[in-house]
Protein backbone atom coordinates (compact mmCIF):
# COMPACT_ATOMS: atom_id res chain seq x y z
CA UNK A 1 0.00 0.00 0.00
CA UNK A 2 1.05 3.33 -0.74
CA UNK A 3 0.09 6.31 1.90
CA UNK A 4 -0.60 9.92 0.42
CA UNK A 5 -0.64 13.18 2.45
CA UNK A 6 -1.75 16.34 1.35
CA UNK A 7 -0.71 19.59 2.40
CA UNK A 8 -0.65 23.17 1.53
CA UNK A 9 -4.28 23.84 0.60
CA UNK A 10 -5.68 27.08 1.74
CA UNK A 11 -7.72 30.62 1.07
CA UNK A 12 -5.77 32.79 -1.34
CA UNK A 13 -6.59 35.88 -3.46
CA UNK A 14 -7.18 35.50 -7.19
CA UNK A 15 -3.26 36.25 -9.14
CA UNK A 16 -1.85 34.87 -5.84
CA UNK A 17 0.12 31.83 -5.01
CA UNK A 18 -0.35 28.28 -3.36
CA UNK A 19 2.23 25.35 -2.94
CA UNK A 20 0.83 21.89 -2.46
CA UNK A 21 2.94 18.98 -1.30
CA UNK A 22 1.95 15.11 -1.29
CA UNK A 23 4.30 13.08 0.51
CA UNK A 24 4.04 9.32 -0.46
CA UNK A 25 5.23 6.53 2.44
CA UNK A 26 4.93 2.54 2.06
CA UNK A 27 5.41 0.52 -1.08
CA UNK A 28 6.45 3.41 -3.34
CA UNK A 29 9.33 1.61 -4.95
CA UNK A 30 6.65 0.19 -8.07
CA UNK A 31 4.81 4.20 -8.15
CA UNK A 32 5.36 4.76 -11.71
CA UNK A 33 3.73 8.72 -11.77
CA UNK A 34 2.31 10.98 -9.56
CA UNK A 35 -0.28 13.50 -10.64
CA UNK A 36 -2.68 16.15 -9.07
CA UNK A 37 -6.24 16.17 -9.71
CA UNK A 38 -8.97 18.22 -8.80
CA UNK A 39 -12.92 17.99 -8.01
CA UNK A 40 -15.08 21.09 -7.75
CA UNK A 41 -18.33 20.97 -6.23
CA UNK A 42 -20.78 19.39 -9.01
CA UNK A 43 -18.11 18.57 -11.60
CA UNK A 44 -15.86 15.49 -12.13
CA UNK A 45 -12.20 14.75 -10.90
CA UNK A 46 -9.96 15.83 -13.67
CA UNK A 47 -6.50 15.53 -14.18
CA UNK A 48 -4.23 19.03 -12.97
CA UNK A 49 -0.68 18.04 -13.08
CA UNK A 50 1.30 14.90 -13.73
CA UNK A 51 4.92 13.71 -13.50
CA UNK A 52 6.30 10.31 -14.23
CA UNK A 53 9.33 8.23 -12.78
CA UNK A 54 11.36 9.83 -15.45
CA UNK A 55 10.63 13.06 -15.30
CA UNK A 56 7.85 13.67 -18.27
CA UNK A 57 5.40 16.07 -17.19
CA UNK A 58 1.83 16.72 -18.73
CA UNK A 59 -0.88 19.73 -17.38
CA UNK A 60 -4.16 20.65 -18.21
CA UNK A 61 -4.51 23.57 -20.58
CA UNK A 62 -6.12 25.91 -18.34
CA UNK A 63 -3.29 25.88 -16.29
CA UNK A 64 -0.41 25.42 -18.33
CA UNK A 65 2.45 28.53 -18.05
CA UNK A 66 1.05 29.06 -14.30
CA UNK A 67 1.12 25.88 -12.41
CA UNK A 68 4.23 23.86 -12.39
CA UNK A 69 4.68 19.84 -11.17
CA UNK A 70 7.86 18.93 -9.21
CA UNK A 71 9.18 16.10 -7.25
CA UNK A 72 11.69 15.68 -4.28
CA UNK A 73 12.91 11.99 -4.75
CA UNK A 74 14.67 12.44 -1.66
CA UNK A 75 11.84 13.37 0.56
CA UNK A 76 8.91 10.94 -1.75
CA UNK A 77 7.67 14.43 -2.28
CA UNK A 78 5.99 15.77 -5.34
CA UNK A 79 4.50 19.42 -5.02
CA UNK A 80 2.37 21.63 -7.26
CA UNK A 81 3.05 25.27 -7.67
CA UNK A 82 0.38 27.64 -8.33
CA UNK A 83 0.91 30.97 -9.33
CA UNK A 84 -1.77 33.54 -10.63
CA UNK A 85 -4.80 31.80 -9.10
CA UNK A 86 -7.91 32.33 -10.81
CA UNK A 87 -11.49 32.04 -9.14
CA UNK A 88 -11.87 28.78 -11.30
CA UNK A 89 -8.81 27.18 -9.86
CA UNK A 90 -11.04 26.98 -6.10
CA UNK A 91 -11.36 23.16 -6.21
CA UNK A 92 -10.74 19.93 -3.74
CA UNK A 93 -7.03 18.93 -4.63
CA UNK A 94 -6.02 15.33 -4.72
CA UNK A 95 -2.51 13.62 -4.79
CA UNK A 96 -2.87 10.46 -6.94
CA UNK A 97 0.12 7.69 -7.20
CA UNK A 98 0.18 5.19 -9.95
CA UNK A 99 1.63 2.05 -9.77
CA UNK A 100 2.93 -0.69 -11.57
CA UNK A 101 2.97 -3.97 -9.14
CA UNK A 102 1.82 -6.26 -8.82
CA UNK A 103 -0.60 -5.02 -11.60
CA UNK A 104 -1.69 -1.32 -12.46
CA UNK A 105 -3.90 0.08 -9.89
CA UNK A 106 -3.61 3.55 -7.70
CA UNK A 107 -4.09 5.27 -4.30
CA UNK A 108 -5.45 8.44 -3.82
CA UNK A 109 -4.48 11.11 -1.41
CA UNK A 110 -7.62 12.66 1.14
CA UNK A 111 -7.72 16.10 -0.47
CA UNK A 112 -6.88 19.15 0.10
CA UNK A 113 -8.86 22.51 -0.11
CA UNK A 114 -7.86 25.55 -2.11
CA UNK A 115 -10.69 28.38 -2.28
CA UNK A 116 -9.56 31.34 -4.02
CA UNK A 117 -11.29 34.69 -3.54
CA UNK A 118 -11.94 37.40 -6.53
Known amino acids: QVQLVESGGGLVQAGGSLRLSCAAS????????MGWYREAPGKQRDLVAR???????NYAESVKGRFTISRDDAKNTVYLQMNSLRPEDAAVYYC????????????WGQGTQVTVSS
Open 96 to 107: RSELSYPKQHDY
Open 51 to 57: ITTSGST
Open 26 to 33: GSIFSITA
